[in-house]
């Protein structure tokens, strides 16, 4: 069993940055595979980005690519998500996942993750 943990959400203008954490239970963390996926209002959850076990590979969505930053420690059983340049339309809550399995693959799709965060709300204001 594992618990996330969310953090770091906020309201910020548009061009800002903000930071999330999500902190995981357990001894197992490295042994999964993570990822941050959001949900806006009105519309169904979508990924966002993808680490695997190690941190050797990631994926963005497009939307993101190019301003968000996805990295994990796994001393500390947490995964980052920087997030700069940031627009209106990144406003959602964004969940964090844990997906069992090692090896190179990154997780884009929900039903790859086991367990999920509660999600914290990311505002941006134009």
């Known amino acids: 069993q594992v618990q996330l943990v969310e953090s770091g959400g906020g309201l910020v203008q548009a061009g800002g940055s903000l930071r999330l954490s999500c902190a995981a239970s357990?001894?197992?963390?490295?042994?999964?595979?993570m990822g941050w996926f959001r949900q806006a209002p009105g519309k169904e959850r979508e990924f966002v980005v993808g680490?695997?076990?190690?941190?050797?590979?990631?994926d963005y969505a497009d939307s993101v690519k190019g301003r968000f930053t996805i990295s994990r420690d796994n001393a500390k059983n947490t995964v980052y998500l920087q997030m700069n340049s940031l627009k209106p339309e990144d406003t959602a809550v964004y969940y964090c996942?844990?997906?069992?399995?090692?090896?190179?693959?990154?997780?884009?799709?929900?039903?790859?993750?086991?367990?999920w965060g509660r999600g914290t709300q990311v505002t941006i204001s134009s």
């Open positions: 996942a844990a997906g069992r399995g090692w090896g190179p693959i990154v997780k884009t799709t929900e039903y790859e993750y086991d367990y």
């Open positions: 680490i695997n076990w190690s941190g050797s590979n990631t």
């Open positions: 357990g001894r197992t963390f490295s042994s999964y595979a």
